[in-house]
């Protein structure tokens, strides 16, 4: 059984899938265990994806954008179970002892899906157990203010902290990609070196990401969420090659592309700049 969050691990997952194993079985159909289903495929090899939620990705980008992810899965013949969570492993170790391989894959609606690799990927908790103690507020990661202070001299950057992102509505969130990691850590880095006593300047990112699955680079700038009204503009989702854009409370919040890298480039500029999301809308449709 694999989880992928270091090299180690992904060196591990690849020489288990280079094994030519009969069956591969992806427990949540979030980012990661979505692109390690793609890499599968990729191997032509045999791939089960099981997702709690009735739509993959569902919390993210929302139902009607998730279940175009569902239908890019099934159409490289992957077996997808939505709506179904695992219940536990079949061991090859019945008594549960700790050298046991896993031989398959039990659900709660009674199924076993027989695999000879499975990898988790559902989801990860901040490491920060290190810091009780420290005076330092936690939940669900180190809580920063508006410009990445934790305390009086501590501020933190990257997958570990939450913070109000004034820009969309301030509610403390952490987000996990490379780009913010570097970007908050140069503020973070700036917060320090301001002077003792000065408010300091907020951190007030246009996040940015993107996902490679099979042949679409699927990329969000900004931000989305499954109560965001979602318009799509630029293209066609038959094609699999549009940009939708998400509003919220009548401001435009993110920019969804599929094979659309130059459209999002520019979409993130005007998240950055802020703009209301009907006129968002009508600007795009009046561009080619
Ligand atoms: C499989 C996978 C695919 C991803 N793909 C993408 C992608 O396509 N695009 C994207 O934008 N993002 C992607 N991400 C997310 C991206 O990798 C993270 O957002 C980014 O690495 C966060 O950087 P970080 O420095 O905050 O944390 P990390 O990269 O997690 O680095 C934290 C480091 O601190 C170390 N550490 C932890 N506790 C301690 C301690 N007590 N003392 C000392 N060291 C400690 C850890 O070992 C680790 O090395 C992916 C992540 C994974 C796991």
Redesign the pocket.
């Known amino acids: 059984m694999h989880v992928?969050?270091?090299l180690d691990?992904?060196v591990a997952l690849r020489a288990d899938l280079e094994a030519g194993p009969r069956r591969v079985v992806v427990i949540g159909a979030g980012?990661?265990g979505s692109?390690v289903a793609a890499a599968c495929r990729a191997r032509e090899l045999p791939v089960t994806v099981v997702e709690a939620l009735p739509v993959p990705l569902e919390r993210v980008l929302g139902a009607e954008m998730g279940a175009l992810v569902a239908d890019l899965h099934r159409a490289h013949d992957v077996d997808l179970r939505l709506g179904v969570g695992v219940d536990g492993f079949v061991s090859s170790d019945e008594d549960g002892g700790d050298g046991g391989r896993v031989l398959g894959v039990r659900l709660g609606d009674g199924t076993t899906l027989d695999a000879d690799v499975v990898v988790v990927?559902i989801g990860?908790i901040p490491?920060t157990e290190?810091?009780e103690g420290s005076g330092l507020t936690l939940g669900n990661g180190v809580v920063c203010d508006a410009t990445t202070l934790a305390a009086p001299g501590v501020v933190a950057?990257?997958?570990?902290?939450r913070w109000p992102n004034a820009r969309f509505g301030g509610e403390p969130a952490r987000?996990?990609?490379?780009?913010?990691?570097i970007e908050?850590?140069v503020a973070a880095a700036r917060r320090l070196l301001a002077a003792e006593g000065a408010p300091g300047v907020p951190y007030e990112p246009v996040p940015?990401?993107?996902?490679?699955l099979y042949d679409r680079k699927i990329q969000l700038a900004g931000t989305s969420g499954p109560d965001d009204e979602v318009q799509v503009v630029h293209g066609d989702v038959a094609e699999r090659r549009f940009v939708a854009l998400y509003g919220r409370a009548g401001r435009l919040v993110g920019a969804l592309g599929w094979n659309r890298p130059r459209h999002i480039i520019q979409w993130r500029q005007r998240l950055l700049a802020g703009m209301d999301y009907a006129a968002a809308v009508e600007l795009a449709r009046s561009e080619p």
Not at 157 to 161: C, L, Q, R, T, Y
Not at 208 to 212: G, I, K
């Open positions: 992928l969050r270091t691990d992904a980012f990661i692109e990927g990860v490491n290190w810091l950057a990257g997958d570990v902290a987000i996990e990609h490379w780009d913010n990691a908050m850590a940015w990401f993107w996902s490679d």
